[in-house]
């Protein structure tokens, strides 16, 4: 009983590191190209996931939730350092490194749709690797969807803050220290009250979960 639980995990474990650790080396590679060394120089633009995993965010929160079937499946990494002062053009540039994160992601699930197709050709049962494949496919697409919401520091809150006029993007700018706690009291603290209440209102199920599935049956075709 145990061996299928260990494969169960590691399914999970390893595409999502290695979508993280591309997640965050894309922020530090596109910042870097457009004159921002400081990801560089602090060793982050690498695909060594020890520099980008944060202990709690990255491992023991996710693997919580999924070995207790939560519905779900939440997580961050160590966030890339980013000077934009440092940047060409700091307000286009800001949104091209935040851009660059769910990109990769989907470029990954695209990837691993591609890989699925080939060594799934003829194959009944799903071996391991087509598990693997299969998890890359919805844990990129889940990253790369999960990081568009437009709340700061999230990729897309980073992406409105650039393309809204000044009188909004100021104070959207100013929910940086703390939207990563909205994020989690609408994720996940607001679905557990109202279902106390008897009114569940749980926006990754009605709104994440869907546009997920739709990019992955994209990627899939």
Not at 59 to 83: H, T, Y
Not at 96 to 107: D, E, K, M, Q, R
Request: aromatic content about 8%.
């Amino acid at each position: 009983e145990s061996l299928p639980n260990v494969e169960r995990v590691l399914v999970m474990a390893i595409p999502l590191i290695v979508a993280i650790t591309f997640h965050e080396a894309a922020h530090g590679f596109v910042a870097w190209r457009l004159g921002d060394p400081t990801a560089y120089q602090q060793g982050r633009v690498t695909f060594n996931p020890l520099k980008h995993i944060d202990l709690f965010g990255t491992i023991l929160l996710p693997l919580m939730l999924f070995l207790a079937r939560a519905g779900v499946l939440f997580g961050w990494a160590k966030p890339v350092p980013i000077n934009p002062s440092l940047l060409k053009s700091p307000r286009r540039d800001m949104m091209l490194v935040a851009a660059a994160g769910p990109g990769i992601n989907f470029l990954l699930a695209l990837l691993s749709g591609a890989l699925l197709a080939i060594v799934a050709d003829g194959h009944e049962e799903p071996d391991f690797i087509q598990k693997l494949l299969s998890a890359s496919i919805y844990l990129n697409a889940l990253i790369g969807v999960f990081n568009l919401i437009p709340i700061p520091p999230l990729d897309g809150g980073r992406i409105a803050v650039g393309l809204l006029p000044a009188r909004l993007a100021i104070p959207m700018a100013r929910l940086e220290h703390y939207g990563m706690w909205i994020v989690i009291g609408i994720l996940l603290i607001l679905p557990l009250v109202t279902y106390q209440i008897g009114a569940e209102i749980n926006l990754f199920a009605d709104i994440i979960v869907p546009i997920v599935a739709a990019v992955m049956d994209a990627v899939s075709a």
